[in-house]
């Protein structure tokens, strides 16, 4: 098989606003953007890695640099899983790899991985943490939106307030709430019981990564999501008993290639299917709508934070989120 060039850029994705959660804020979002060319073909994948992890932009242009006669060599996806570890990294190079073999054979990635045609997909719309009235009315603003996630910052009382200001405005919308890691144990008796009564129907990552076990025998009748307890196929094990609904971020795992072997293995463990990003532009999201064909929940929001999108993009109607096939891996 020919070789490969490897080419890779670092781009600032400018956010239209302040974007906040628990324990940070952001104003901008640097993501790197992966280039396999093989002389007729050119496989793109953008990804910004894991914050929370120290997968940071040094990191991965780093491991790339280190692999660059790997992947130049043209790897297998398969093969990628050894080459590279988890991370924002080997999504870009995943990515990439997937769009180039989509060109090369003129299939779309979606029958080469085996999933159904594509169609547009119910989005969450994410409402980042501000002032209960401010938030309640970014909900109202989002008028057609039919799933909103609100993001909490593990002040107890304040995300209550936050929540059932947002619930008072829209009353229609299936509501779940990303707590990012603020809470602690003791305090989720009280944000669950709070959150029955918003009517919420998901709770993400309400401990911090490492604290799993003390969700075994939580008294809570809404779903939990594992987002920072949820990285890699490897995790799939540790979460069940625990969470209901493993959050897959391809930034997290390594790319669609894991990402699809974590949704089967999520299935069999009889834990429900969630597909989220990071921020990012479209390029990095049409992937994780291939995956979202194969998802229970669908978050697949952020490019709508950012100041300007990629062209073409993806479309967002009626609270809907579709990737066409000019975007990537048509």
Not at 28 to 55: C, F, K, N, P
Not at 264 to 292: E, K, N, T
Request: hydrophobic share 45%.
């Amino acid at each position: 098989m020919e070789r490969l060039t490897l080419a890779v850029t670092v781009e600032t994705l400018a956010l239209a606003d302040t974007f906040r959660i628990s324990g940070r804020a952001i104003d901008s979002a640097d993501v790197i953007v992966v280039t396999l060319d093989d002389g007729d073909h050119r496989g793109r994948g953008e990804a910004a890695g894991v914050y929370y992890m120290g997968d940071d932009i040094p990191q991965m242009l780093a491991m790339l640099d280190l692999v660059r006669p790997a992947i130049e060599a043209h790897p297998s996806r398969m093969d990628l899983r050894t080459i590279l570890p988890p991370g924002g990294a080997r999504n870009a190079v995943d990515a990439a790899l997937w769009d180039m073999e989509a060109q090369r054979t003129g299939r779309p990635v979606w029958h080469l991985a085996g999933l159904p045609a594509p169609s547009p997909l119910r989005t969450t719309f994410t409402i980042g943490a501000d002032d209960p009235a401010r938030m309640a009315a970014k909900a109202q603003a989002y008028a057609k939106a039919r799933s909103i996630k609100v993001k909490l910052t593990g002040d107890l009382h304040l995300d209550i307030a936050r929540v059932m200001a947002i619930r008072a405005a829209r009353p229609d919308v299936w509501l779940g709430v990303d707590a990012n890691q603020g809470f602690a144990i003791n305090e989720l008796d009280s944000l669950c019981a709070a959150m029955v009564d918003a009517k919420i129907s998901l709770i993400e990552q309400p401990l911090p990564r490492g604290q799993e076990a003390s969700l075994e025998g939580l008294d809570c009748p809404i779903p939990l999501a594992a987002d920072e307890s949820a990285l890699t196929l490897d995790d799939v094990a540790g979460l069940t008993g625990r969470f209901d609904v493993f959050n897959i971020k391809l930034d997290k795992c390594g790319g669609l290639t894991e990402g699809l072997m974590i949704a089967d293995a999520a299935r069999q463990a009889g834990l429900g299917v969630m597909v989220g990003c990071m921020v990012g532009s479209s390029l990095a999201m049409a992937p994780a709508f291939l995956l979202g064909q194969v998802c229970d929940l669908v978050d697949l929001d952020g490019p709508l934070f950012l100041a300007q999108d990629r062209t073409p993009a993806l479309v967002y109607n009626n609270g809907l989120v579709h990737c066409g096939p000019a975007l990537w891996g048509g």
